[in-house]
């Protein structure tokens, strides 16, 4: 485990950089790659479909007593250039929540590209900022397109972030955040697609994160292979690993949903959910237009300890209005899992 004093400082330390960045913006091995080029050309894998059951769409994990309800969403993708529109239902869905989490993918920059970058615009927080108020919203940038244009333009837009009433975590000396002075969220990756970007938290040190004196801790990874409906084996146990330290883990990365599954631990059922797919795209492809919402009341039980209590969630997709408008809309089904 890391030392903590090592990956905290400000912009002077030794891991505000810039380092050179290669022109293909990906994190696979040859095979890895190979795999992903297979299910874009076919379609999403559902290998592994029958380790990963999904919970019911509303399913009450443990009985509590409710303290907070968080929300949660699917990746946030470029737009290329179209204007976001999000159905008032997922407006509904999300207004009672205390606080929104989303894994903000990209930078916003005009700065010189690389080969598959994720660069924002601005208009993309306009958005957002329709959906839920940036005050209580989380936007996580530990992911693995966060080096796509160095160091300088990942912190002019992070700090964009922070500058429109958002609450912003995944730089390397604000890898968490704690919520009500209760619920601690730390955002990590376990790919980048650029090598050596120190500037970000990652997935092998989020240990040193946890917060002993919160009531709950959540682990919200970037992790798992895109364009795969099901965890494989490995991750499936690397997480149960991983919940016997952290109270839920809510993932992303995969860019179609996963499972929102549920595992008995220490006398606990703790929610884990592996990926929530794409909130938001412009992309046209539809295998890229599938995601998860979801939100959660956490408190303590009859012990003490803090529980995830009820979970809701639901499908979303996003659909061309017009060549220059997409939409997000809730789903009751998605098309991979009927």
Known sequence: MVNQDELTGTGDSEWAREIPRKKLSTPYTLKDKLSWLKNNLIGPSKK???????????STLNEITPKCRLGFLGDIMKMNKKDLQIDPAIKSFFQDVDFLVGNFEGTISKAKKVFMMQEHSE?????????FPPLKFVLSCANNHSGDFGWSEF????????????????????????LNNSVNITSCTNWSNQPN????????????FFNPKAECNILYPHWGY????????????????????????MGHHSHVPQPISSYEVNQSNKLLAYGLGDFCTGLMLKKYQNGIVVKLDLGPSKTGHWQVGTVQWKFTRVRKIDKNLMEVKLEDACEYFK
Do not use: C, H
Request: charged letters at 25%.
């Open 48 to 58: 592994f479909k029958n380790l990963t059951p999904f919970i019911p769409q509303k």
């Open 123 to 131: 208009g993309i927080l306009s958005s957002l900022e329709t959906l």
């Open 226 to 249: 895109e364009m795969q409906l099901y965890p494989n084996p490995k991750q499936i146990e690397f997480g149960n690993e991983l919940l016997n330290k952290w109270d839920l883990i």
């Open 197 to 208: 970007t120190p500037y970000i938290g990652y997935l092998d040190q989020a240990t040193a």
């Open 155 to 178: 912190n002019k837009s992070y700090q964009k972030l922070k500058d429109r009433g958002f609450r912003v975590i995944g730089r390397r000396d604000e890898p968490s955040i704690l």
